[in-house]
């Protein structure tokens, strides 16, 4: 099946019209919404294939008819299939975890989940472990040897870890990939078997 803006593409070829062709026709050639017409639109206005001449008017554009003519596929999205930019998360829980690493340095997994949590995203006590275990093993935090007290009476109290300003790569959370047991670190591109 063709993409929506090919699906309008085709709909304006296959109606003969070479003046003007407006969205509500373009509803009545297509099977799309009245919202998927107006995107389809405007990506093909910002291709150079379709120009708007009115409210809610187009007319193909010269590059549009050749592009018709010659049978070419539009396809939004990165161009020939590459990825042109970096993919950014902004607020994840790793991040996040990273983060209060580097704002306590010397720290209790209790201490992070108290910087990290909210009420939308639950229990953390298994993520910042797991994590915290993961960059221990790929020499990022070092284990202190004193504990610091529990809540319980037979408890043998929290670990306390450390990040050291060497370890401190940079902003970026360094990456557990637990299919490959590594840890990529975004900030010096460094992989890290643990």
Known sequence: MAWIAEQVLTAIRDSGMRECITEERLLDLTSLSKRQVQQSCRLLRGSGLLEKTGEGCHTITKSGMEALNAGARYRSGPKDGKQSG?????????????????IRRKFTVPEIITLVADEARGDMTSNVQKY?????KAGYLIELPKREAGTSLTSPGYKRWWLTDDKDTGPEAPIWR??????????????VAI
Do not use: H, M, Q
């Not at 970096?86 to 580097?102: H, L, M, Q, S």
């Not at 915290?132 to 221990?136: C, H, K, Q, S, Y």
């Not at 637990?178 to 992989?191: F, H, Q, S």
């Open 132 to 136: 915290v275990r993961a960059l221990a």
């Open 178 to 191: 637990l299919e490959r047991g590594t840890v990529y670190d975004p900030n010096t591109k460094i992989e």
């Open 86 to 102: 970096k993919r950014v998360w902004k607020d994840t829980d790793r991040i996040r975890i990273w983060r209060a690493i580097r």
